[in-house]
């Protein structure tokens, strides 16, 4: 087992690099990888009608898409929760509807405009980071991340009604 772990770890590990831009995130994906490798040596049959390698690949490949799926949803769970949080002492039931809307409008917005990257881009900056702290966290140049940042704020802004 160990062999053929590391016989298939440069493929998982190419693949975790492109999911993960921190050291800490690539782990983390390379980590899911293997799961899911695992699981495929335990779950393959070959009357399946794909290869072992194909079957593994996909397996690999589905279980970080899951990591990244989950963290999406954690950042738009932490943008909603940062937002009810300020309508938490609001008394008037009908400002508390309309806030808790255009939260839900916010993340609807943000997970159906905003790319992966655009994404990660917007947690760090809400995060606190700085500019440049962002781009050594992506890999990107500071201007690169400002561009994103405005193409962001584009996409989010409110549609004027006219």
């Known amino acids: 087992m160990l062999e053929l772990l590391r016989r298939v770890s440069p493929f998982i590990l190419s693949k975790a690099k492109r ?18 490798f695992l ?13 072992f390698k194909t079957y593994a690949c996909t397996c690999s490949l589905n279980k970080m ?7 999406n949803k954690e950042i ?12 938490e002492y609001v008394e008037d039931p009908e400002e508390a509807l309309n806030a808790a809307v255009k939260a ?3 993340i609807k917005a943000i997970s159906e405009r905003l790319s ?3 994404k990660k881009v917007l947690f760090l900056h809400l995060r606190g980071e700085s500019y440049s702290s962002i781009s050594k966290i992506t890999g990107k140049s500071v201007k690169s991340v400002d561009n994103c940042l405005q193409r962001i704020r ?3 802004r409110p549609e004027k009604d006219d």
Not at 39 to 51: F, H, I, L, N, Q
Not at 65 to 71: G, I, Q, V
Request: charged share 30%; proline share 2%; net charge negative.
């Open 154 to 156: 584009r996409k989010l």
């Open 76 to 87: 738009a769970l932490q943008l909603f929760d940062s937002v009810v949080s300020e309508t």
């Open 39 to 51: 699981s495929a040596v335990y779950g393959y049959k070959p009357d399946c009608g794909a290869t």
């Open 116 to 118: 992966a990257f655009e």
């Open 104 to 106: 839900e409008n916010i």
């Open 19 to 36: 999911f993960g831009s921190t050291e800490q995130d690539r782990q983390d994906y390379y980590q899911e990888g293997v799961v899911g």
């Open 65 to 71: 898409k899951d990591l990244l799926s989950r963290r």
